[in-house]
C-alpha cells in the first residue's frame, strides 16, 4: 500500500520498536553471545593491558570498549560512537583479531583518505564482510579492480548525455512520485514518504543504470518489488557482520540471519543476471551506432565489446554497487530530509519560496510543466535547498561509518598508533555532531550555516563534512546526487507541505550498511497553499 486508507496501525506498547535490551532477552541466541561477550571482554582487557605496554614509541588510541559492547547498542550504535568520540576524541573498540578505530578529527581522516591512502584500503577483511554482496564492485576493492571502476565510472559521471538523460529521467520519477502524493493529499491519509522516495530512487537508478524500468512505485513489477526486499534485507545482515564475530560459525551451519541471506542473494542475483541477458541481447540486435546507449549498463558491455574484461558476474558487482550508491543514499537522505522539513516549517517554507523564484512559476501550474523549468540554471540558483540538504547530511549521513583497514603499522597525525589488521573507521555521524568542529548549536538544524551573507552555499573541507567520502575515493556521484535530490525536493515541495502524523513519535534510524528511518516516515500532505 503506497498512499491509501486506511493506513497501518499506529505503533502500541506491544507492537513499538523494542530497546535493545528487550531485543537481546528476547533472543536466546543474544543471550548466549552477550554472556560469551562477558567472557570475551575479560581476557581483551588483559590483551589490551599487554598491548599497549609491548608498543614502544606513541600511544593507541584509548579504549572504549570492546566490539562486544555493540551487542548492547543493536539500535542505536551510532549514538554510542559519537558518545564515546565526545569523550576520548577518537577511540577504539578492542576486537580478538585486530582493534576497531573510529576517527572524529579531520587531519586524521585526511591521512588516512589522501595523504597514506595507500596504507587505507579496503583490505581483507572488508572485502570478506562485504563480498557476498557487493562481490568485486568498487565499494569492495582495492588495486587494479578499484582504478579499472573509477575510471570509467569518473569518464561516464563527466559525461553530458548522461547528465541530461539522468535529470530528464529523475524529473519523470519525481512527477509520478508527486501524484502519489497528490493522491494521499487528496484522501486526506498519511503517506509513508521514505518507501515512497526508496521505489522511486530505486525506479530511477535502475533506469539511469540499466536502462530497465523496474516500477516498483507504481507495484506493476513484483519481480523488482521481490528484488528490492531482498537487498535491503542482504544490506542489514552484511553491515551486522562488522560486530558478530560468530558470523562465519552461522554462515557454515547455514543458521539464523547467514541462511536468509543465501536466500536473498538468490533472488537478487537471478533479478540481476535476467537484465544483463536482456540488456546484451538488445545491444546485439541494434546494429547500427547511435542507438540508445545512455544508459550505463549499455556503456560498460560497449566497453566489453572493446577489449576490457566484462563477464557477467563483473556486470552484477558493478550494478550492485551502482544501486547501493544511487538509490538507499538518496532515498535515505531525502527521507531525512523531509524529517527535518517537518520539524522546521519555517525551513520548509523557506524552501518553497526559493524553488518558486528560481522556477519563475507558481503552485497552480502543472507538475509536467513544472518539471520542465527544473532546468540546470534553475537548479543552480537553489542554493537554500542546497544547503538544506546539506545540513541534513551533516547530521544523518547517508553512510554514517566508513571502516577501511590498517596494511602497514602507522602513526596518524594526532599522534595515535594503528597496527597492521587494525578496521580504522572515519565516522561522519559523530563528526557531524562535535562541537569543536560546528561550534555549540551543533545539535540544531541550521541549512544557514553553509550559506555566506549573500545567501550563496559555501562548502566546508571534505575532511570535516565527511558525508561524500574525501581524497582519491571521494563520491564520483556527488553532483549527480545532489541534481537528484534536487529535482525531488523541488517538486514535492513546490506543490505540497508536510507535517508529521504523530509528532510525539520519537525518529530513530536503522542500522545497516547506508542510514534510513527506522519504521518509515508517515506524514500528512496538503496542497500547497490549500490550508494557508
Not at 499506529?10 to 537481546?24: D, G, I, K, Q
Not at 538523460?165 to 493529499?185: C, D, H, N, Q
Request: glycine share 8%; charged share 25%.
Amino acid at each position: 500500500r503506497h498512499a491509501g486508507c486506511p493506513s497501518k496501525p499506529a505503533p502500541t506498547a506491544t507492537n513499538r520498536p523494542e530497546s535493545s535490551t528487550m531485543y537481546l532477552f528476547n533472543n536466546p541466541l543474544m543471550v548466549l553471545l552477550s554472556l560469551a561477550a562477558t567472557a570475551a571482554a575479560l581476557l581483551l582487557g588483559l590483551r589490551v593491558l599487554l598491548g599497549n605496554r609491548k608498543k614502544r614509541g606513541g600511544r593507541r588510541p584509548p579504549v572504549g570498549g570492546t566490539v562486544f559492547n555493540l551487542v548492547f547498542h543493536l539500535a542505536d550504535q551510532y549514538d554510542y560512537y559519537t558518545d564515546l568520540a565526545r569523550r576520548h576524541g577518537s577511540f577504539r573498540l578492542v576486537h580478538p583479531l585486530g582493534d576497531y578505530v573510529c576517527l572524529v578529527s579531520p587531519p586524521d581522516v585526511e591521512y588516512i583518505l589522501k595523504t597514506n591512502f595507500a596504507n587505507y584500503g579496503k583490505g581483507a577483511l572488508n572485502y570478506e564482510l562485504m563480498s557476498d554482496l557487493l562481490g568485486d564492485g568498487i565499494f569492495a576493492v582495492d588495486g587494479e579492480k578499484w582504478r579499472q571502476q573509477r575510471k570509467i565510472a569518473s569518464f561516464e559521471f563527466s559525461a553530458r548525455n548522461l547528465r541530461d538523460y539522468s535529470s530528464g529521467i529523475f524529473r519523470r520519477k519525481a512527477i509520478s512520485l508527486a501524484l502519489m502524493v497528490s493522491e494521499a493529499a487528496n484522501s486526506h491519509c498519511a503517506v509513508e514518504i521514505q518507501d515512497l522516495l526508496m521505489k522511486s530512487t530505486l525506479d530511477s537508478i535502475f533506469k539511469v543504470g540499466f536502462g530497465v524500468d523496474l516500477d516498483t512505485l507504481s507495484g506493476s513489477n513484483p519481480e523488482g518489488t521481490k528484488f528490492a526486499k531482498a537487498f535491503d534485507a542482504s544490506s542489514q545482515v552484511i553491515h551486522w557482520r562488522y560486530g558478530d564475530v560468530f558470523w562465519k560459525v552461522k554462515r557454515f551451519l547455514n543458521v539464523g540471519a547467514e541462511a536468509a541471506l543465501k536466500q536473498h542473494l538468490k533472488v537478487i542475483d537471478e533479478f540481476i543476471y535476467k537484465a544483463i541477458q536482456r540488456k546484451t541481447e538488445t545491444l546485439s540486435a541494434q546494429q547500427q551506432d547511435g542507438w540508445m546507449k545512455h544508459d550505463i549498463l549499455s556503456r560498460f558491455l560497449v566497453k566489453g565489446d572493446e577489449g576490457m574484461k566484462m563477464n557477467e558476474k563483473y556486470l552484477r558487482d558493478i550494478i550492485l554497487n551502482l544501486v547501493i550508491a544511487g538509490r538507499d543514499t538518496t532515498a535515505g537522505t531525502l527521507s531525512w530530509f523531509f524529517c527535518m522539513l517537518c520539524k522546521h516549517p519555517e525551513v520548509q517554507d523557506k524552501v518553497a519560496r526559493e524553488v518558486a523564484m528560481a522556477t519563475g512559476l507558481g503552485s497552480n501550474i502543472s507538475m509536467a510543466d513544472f518539471s520542465t523549468a527544473l532546468t540546470e540554471e534553475a537548479l543552480d540558483k537553489m542554493q537554500y535547498l542546497h544547503a538544506a540538504i546539506t545540513e541534513t547530511l551533516r547530521l544523518y549521513p547517508a553512510v554514517p561509518v566508513d571502516p577501511k583497514v590498517c596494511l602497514s603499522d602507522d602513526t596518524l597525525p594526532g599522534g595515535y598508533n594503528v597496527r597492521k589488521g587494525d578496521l580504522v573507521s572515519y565516522v561522519p555521524y559523530a563528526m557531524g555532531r562535535m562541537k569543536h568542529l560546528w561550534g555549540e548549536d551543533v545539535e540544531e538544524f541550521r541549512p544557514e550555516r553553509w550559506l555566506d551573507e549573500k545567501g550563496i552555499f559555501q562548502p566546508e573541507s571534505p575532511f570535516k563534512f565527511t558525508a561524500f567520502q574525501a581524497g582519491l575515493r571521494i563520491c564520483l556521484g556527488k553532483e549527480f546526487a545532489y541534481r537528484q535530490m534536487k529535482i525531488f525536493a523541488a517538486v514535492l515541495v513546490h506543490f505540497f507541505t508536510y507535517e508529521l502524523k504523530d509528532p510525539d513519535k520519537e525518529i530513530k534510524y536503522k542500522c545497516s550498511l547506508t542510514m534510513s528511518i527506522a519504521r518509515g516516515l508517515h506524514v500528512a500532505a496538503f496542497h500547497r497553499g490549500a490550508n494557508a
